[in-house]
């Protein structure tokens, strides 16, 4: 297993368990069209798992 710990590092994933000290308020935020999606930041010691990877994973650059 990687340990991501750069800025700009990211998860991608259907469902992804987050544990943190902190979470803030959740915001809604767009995304393309008329979709709109939740934003949460966590902060304080965050760990993050993917539980559930991506059914359709986008090739390998």
């Given at each position: 297993m990687t340990t991501l710990?750069?800025?700009?590092?990211?998860l991608?994933?259907?469902?992804?368990?987050i544990t943190a000290r902190r979470l803030g308020k959740p915001a809604l935020v767009n995304q393309s069209g008329?979709?709109?999606?939740s934003r949460l930041i966590a902060r304080d010691n965050v760990h993050c798992v993917i539980e559930r990877p991506l059914s359709a994973r986008p090739a390998a650059r």
């Open positions: 710990l750069d800025i700009g590092d990211a991608r994933g259907q469902r992804i368990a008329r979709h709109k999606a």
